[in-house]
C-alpha cells in the first residue's frame, strides 16, 4: 500500500487540544443532557431546530484565555464542539456532513459562543468482534477498549456509528481541514481485513 492509499484510509478521533486536565464541558441539567443526547446523538427531532441552543458548563480547570483559543471541546456526551471560527469557515464545506448548531459555552461568569455539531452519516463503523470487551452484571458484553473500526467511506468527513452511537469518527479529508485549527487528531485503529 502506497504512502498516499495509508494516509486516505486513516480515521481519527477528535479531541480538545491537552490542556494537562481531564476537562469537558456538561450540560447544565439531566433533563438538557436527555433531550440533546436524542437530538444530537440519535437524530430524533425532539427539539426544533430554531429551538436548538443550549448553556453548557465548563468544568472548573478551564481557563477564559483557553476557552477563546480552543477549536473544540470535549463534551460530557459523544457530541462534537466546534469554535465559531471553525464554524464560519467550514459550515458549508461539511453541510452533507454536519449541521451546526449554537450552543454557550459558560466558564464562571463568561458565556462563549461554540457550536454543536449533528454528525448526519450513520453506518456501522465500530468492529465489535475485534475491539475489546467489557463483561456487564447482567451477563452481556459491550466493545470496550482497544476499540477497532472499520473503514468509513471516504466520501464522508465524519460518521457515528449505527450501533453503539456514542462512537463517532473523522476521516483525513475533515483532518486536512482542521489542520490549523487548535483541535487533537488521534488515530483509530482499523480492521486489516
Same mark, same amino acid.
Given at each position: !500500500? %502506497?504512502? $498516499? ?5 486513516? !480515521? ?40 436548538? $441552543? ?19 471541546? $470535549? ?8 469554535? %465559531? ?29 461554540? #457550536?454543536?455539531?449533528?454528525?448526519? $452519516? ?45 462512537? #463517532?469518527?473523522?476521516? %483525513? ?21
Amino acid at each position: !500500500m %502506497e504512502l $498516499n492509499e495509508a494516509i486516505a484510509q486513516a !480515521m481519527y478521533r477528535i479531541e480538545q487540544i491537552g490542556t494537562g486536565l481531564q476537562q469537558t464541558v456538561s450540560f447544565k441539567s439531566e433533563t438538557d443532557a436527555n433531550r440533546y443526547w436524542k437530538f444530537f446523538v440519535e437524530n430524533k427531532d425532539v427539539v426544533r431546530a430554531e429551538y436548538v $441552543n443550549p448553556l453548557l458548563i465548563a468544568d472548573v480547570g478551564y481557563s477564559l484565555r483557553q476557552l477563546k483559543r480552543l477549536d473544540f471541546l $470535549n463534551c460530557i456526551l459523544p457530541i462534537p464542539i466546534f469554535s %465559531e471560527r471553525f464554524v464560519e469557515k467550514n459550515a458549508e464545506t461539511l453541510k452533507d456532513d454536519l449541521l451546526f448548531f449554537p450552543c454557550s459555552v459558560q466558564s464562571k461568569h463568561d458565556i462563549l459562543p461554540f #457550536y454543536m455539531g449533528r454528525i448526519l $452519516n450513520i453506518s456501522s463503523i465500530l468492529d465489535v468482534e475485534s475491539s475489546g470487551k467489557w463483561q456487564l452484571t447482567d451477563g452481556s458484553w459491550i466493545p470496550d477498549v482497544p476499540f477497532v473500526y472499520h473503514k468509513a467511506n471516504n466520501d464522508h468527513y465524519i460518521v457515528r456509528d449505527a450501533t453503539h452511537r456514542s462512537h #463517532y469518527v473523522a476521516s %483525513e479529508r475533515l483532518r486536512e481541514i482542521g489542520r490549523n485549527y487548535r483541535i487533537e487528531w488521534y488515530k483509530v485503529a482499523l480492521n486489516k481485513a
